[in-house]
């Protein structure tokens, strides 16, 4: 089983879409949790942390399920804007970063 | 301000030769790291230093030394390049205990002729 698990996609989806991202990891003693985005030929950025009690930043949601090692990510009224590969990233133990490899999100006009 | 600055962004060489990449934040941060990302678009993190120390060394060729003179800079060291060494390598930082989110760099893109 891979460290840190994605569909790679791409998942294509019209403007004002509802699309959803799922991630599985390995190491149960895994602490914290997030969601990273990467533009093209772009850094990862930092899109929102994953809290076990889920959370919600305007029309992203995070959801974890530590019990079956799992994390998701909800992103209402897809815009343009928000065409990118979006990053599973999860810290196994002090300074251990591991990311997914990616699923990539293009919305189409 | 930029937080974390690599440079240079691209760096194109001759194999066999030794090239740096240098890193510095202005965070605060007590922890910098290197990843590699390869032409399939995985990260994969190379080593991390937290207050000038070794932390984690990943199954990195021994071709590839990091250097931190103080916590706010971490320098990479590529001896003796090979065309597999062709990727983006990023530089990361966090704050101290690695549980928060790391802040990454533009990246160094990395071309072995």
């Known amino acids: 089983r891979k460290e840190v698990e994605q569909d790679p996609g791409p998942f294509n989806v019209p403007e004002g879409a509802t699309v959803a991202f799922n991630c599985t990891y390995s190491n149960s003693a895994s602490q914290s949790f997030f969601w990273y985005r990467q533009d093209c030929r772009k850094e990862p950025k930092l899109l929102m942390s994953?809290?076990?009690s889920g959370n919600e930043d305007g029309r992203f949601t995070a959801q974890l399920n530590r019990a079956s090692q799992y994390i998701s990510l909800l992103i209402r009224d897809s815009k343009l804007s928000d065409s990118a590969t979006y990053l599973c990233v999860v810290i196994w133990n002090n300074n251990d970063m591991r990311f997914g490899a990616g699923t990539r999100l293009t919305v189409k006009p | 301000d930029t937080a974390v600055s690599q440079t240079p962004k691209y760096l194109v060489t001759q194999m066999g030769n030794d090239k740096s990449i240098k890193c510095e934040q202005n965070?605060?941060?007590?922890?910098m790291y290197w990843y590699k990302q390869d032409s399939k678009k995985f990260l994969k993190i190379m080593f991390s230093y937290n207050n000038k120390e070794l932390i984690i060394n990943e199954t990195v060729p021994n071709r590839f030394s990091p250097k931190s003179p103080d916590k706010a800079h971490l320098n990479l060291h590529i001896n003796s390049l090979e065309l597999g060494d062709s990727a983006v390598y990023f530089c990361a930082s966090s704050q101290v205990g690695g549980l928060q989110p790391q802040h990454f760099g533009d990246g160094t893109r990395l071309s072995i002729l």
């Open positions: 994953v809290y076990s």
């Open positions: 965070l605060g941060h007590d922890t």
